[in-house]
């Protein structure tokens, strides 16, 4: 019985092993399956009736002469599955009447804060090309974006108007969520500033709420010249084109949100040493907002974060993300010896360092 016992055992680990490696095989359906509720705009369709609808009513209002509903059942029925609308039938019977969820709240493209934009550019056909390059860069080394496109991302990007527009709405959208969250927590972070530089700041939304919040901030928004010849203008910004491998703008601080992740050790440090160049010694000061990594964490984002490592591995020129440890040994060999991390409700984290 011992040896019938054991042999059950290792058979139901063998049959929990073979699940997982199927759902792991196919957790690029619910990317799709997001891609397509974004795509379809189901989420703003409910939204836009102010209570949970039919199939047939969201079918309706789907941007076609004849949408197919077989489909769009199927496709809802995995996205209820995996608990981003509702489904309930109504107390007096009827049709089965699909809601929103707090998951689902991020899909809406009108919504004050929204990931919509970034679905649509994490799931475009040239981003996830990279991803069947790394067999390839374990062999061979290399870039995962060069060996999919023979040019690196920012290259594309700036030879490709209607991909830069797909980044920049990406990078824009997630700007305002870090943005909201790094207001809410470093509330007296920005209050001894007299002008800021976000650095690598795409369309400037980010800076552009800084100063909006600071009114005594003049606020700089410096990134490549294709980037910032699309931005908007801002109250009490100012658009600048340039390199920050070669210099950046002199300022009281330096902002940095999701910069440092795209480079490697050595191309950190540059921009880093350009950015001490940058600021006084003893008053000066750089934010950053990227990530901490935590191979044993807990936390909601834990798992996100990790594979926002493998996201660098796929579009960036050796990013990555970083421990504690390998924030500590960049920002001393940057000139940044002294540092401290801020916790915020987000994916990212503030780290505040002083060149002193």
């Known amino acids: 019985m011992v040896g019938g016992t054991q042999n059950d055992d290792e058979a139901e680990l063998m049959l929990q092993g073979q699940a997982e490696i199927w759902g792991h095989m196919l957790a690029f359906a619910d990317s799709m399956a997001l891609k397509c509720a974004v795509e379809l705009r189901i989420a703003d ?35 209820v599955h995996a608990k981003i609308f509702t489904a309930a039938a109504p107390p007096g019977g009827g049709e089965t ?21 970034m679905i649509i550019m994490e799931n475009h056909p040239s981003l ?3 991803w069947h390059c790394f ?65 690598g700041g795409g369309t400037g939304g980010a800076v552009a709420e800084v100063v909006k ?21 801002y109250d009490g910004v100012s658009h600048v ?32 040493k350009n950015c001490r160049k940058a600021i006084l010694e003893k008053t000066g ?15 909601p984002f834990d798992k996100t974060r990790m594979v926002f490592d493998l996201v660098m591995m796929a579009h960036a020129s050796h990013g990555k993300e970083r421990t504690e440890i390998e924030w500590k040994r960049l920002l001393e060999e940057g000139g940044f010896p002294r540092y401290r991390i801020i916790q915020i409700p987000n994916l990212q984290v503030i780290i505040e360092a002083y060149p002193v």
């Open 45 to 79: 369709i409910i939204h836009s009736h102010g209570r949970p609808i039919t199939l047939s009513q969201i079918a309706t209002c789907i941007d076609s002469p004849s949408p197919d509903i077989v489909y769009l059942a199927r496709i809802m029925r995995f996205l």
């Open 213 to 233: 919040a600071y009114p005594h901030i003049k606020g700089v928004n410096f990134d490549l010249p294709h980037v910032v010849a699309t931005a908007p203008a």
């Open 241 to 272: 084109g340039g390199d920050m491998f070669e210099s950046i703008p002199c300022a009281d601080a330096i902002f940095m949100k999701w910069i440092l992740h795209d480079w490697n050790d050595e191309d950190c440090i540059k921009i880093l």
């Open 128 to 130: 996830t090309a990279p």
């Open 97 to 117: 009447l699909y809601g929103l969820t707090p998951a689902s709240k991020w899909l809406l493209r009108d919504g004050e804060l929204s990931l919509a934009p």
């Open 285 to 299: 000061k750089i934010i950053i907002v990227d990530a901490v990594i935590r191979p044993d964490g807990d936390d």
């Open 135 to 199: 067999a390839a860069c374990v062999k061979e080394g290399g870039i995962a974006f060069e060996k999919a496109h023979n040019r690196q991302i920012w290259d594309f990007a700036s030879g490709n108007p209607e991909f830069n527009k797909i980044f920049n709405e990406a990078m824009a959208c997630t700007a305002k969520i870090s943005i909201k969250a790094v207001m809410a927590a470093y509330k007296d972070g920005f209050g001894r500033i007299g002008s800021l530089v976000d650095v």
